[in-house]
């Protein structure tokens, strides 16, 4: 039988979000010994991610036989919106074993509207529309939006530039982080902390003077995180 895991929506969908079909937005992959891809679909009026996989499994202590990745992106998506980190709402995750392609899985998350990854934002001329001032806050805000998950013990585990979302509309900054399908929680804030900020350094456009003020928005959230960096 189906597992369904959703607040909002009865245990017997599975089918009904597996069946439905969008524009691709990430191609499925083959990897993990099975594939993972990315559609967005239109539901009434909003637009929605579904991350759909066959086989896509990760192995751990905890689950020596594997299982679907998404389970795992469904615990770090509710485990980071309750410490106050930006990610997009979780709408279904639903699980079967199919008697033909085994382990099938559909994570369904709300678009977030008015962001764009960093990235993008740059190509765009973001910076310069935005003026240095606005874009040391928005450096500051990004770092304290990772001390927030770190200090949860939580590391995002594939931490790059194009992984960091934000907004500018407003007076201040908006940051929020998405694919955390890697994430897991360690059993010390200083080894999230250490990781994810020693691999968005490497994985990042910023300059010294950027990173400086990232550096200065993480330690005020989590004034110990930067100690063995």
């Known amino acids: 039988m189906p597992i369904s895991i959703s607040h909002?929506?009865?245990?017997?969908?599975?089918?009904?979000?597996?069946?439905?079909?969008?524009?691709?937005?990430?191609?499925?992959n083959v990897r993990r010994g099975g594939e993972s891809g990315v559609q967005r679909l239109l539901e009434r009026g909003s637009v929605l991610y579904a991350k759909r996989q066959i086989g896509h499994v990760y192995r751990s202590l905890l689950h020596p036989f594997g299982r679907l990745t998404i389970l795992r992106e469904r615990a770090a998506l509710l485990a980071l919106d309750k410490l106050g980190v930006p990610v997009p709402r979780l709408v279904y995750c639903g699980i079967d074993n199919h008697p033909e392609q085994g382990w099938r899985g559909v994570l369904v998350t709300e678009a977030l509207e008015g962001f764009e990854h960093v990235e993008q934002w740059y190509a765009k001329g973001g910076r310069e529309a935005c003026g240095e001032a606005k874009h040391a806050l928005l450096m500051q805000q990004i770092g304290a939006?990772?001390?927030?998950?770190?200090?949860?013990?939580?590391?995002?585990?594939?931490?790059?530039?194009?992984?960091?979302?934000?907004?500018?509309?407003?007076?201040?900054?908006?940051v929020a982080l998405l694919d955390l399908e890697k994430s897991r929680q360690r059993l010390s804030r200083s080894r999230a902390a250490r990781h994810d900020l020693r691999q968005l350094r490497r994985h990042s456009p910023w300059s010294d003077e950027d990173w400086q003020q990232l550096l200065m928005g993480y330690a005020r959230v989590y004034p110990g995180g930067l100690k063995g960096l």
Not at 8 to 28: A, H, K, L, N
Not at 146 to 161: F, I, P, S, T
């Open 8 to 28: 909002d929506i009865p245990e017997d969908t599975f089918q009904e979000w597996w069946q439905r079909q969008g524009e691709w937005v990430e191609e499925p």
């Open 145 to 174: 939006t990772l001390a927030r998950m770190n200090l949860g013990r939580w590391q995002h585990g594939c931490l790059y530039a194009k992984h960091v979302f934000v907004r500018m509309g407003g007076e201040h900054p908006q």
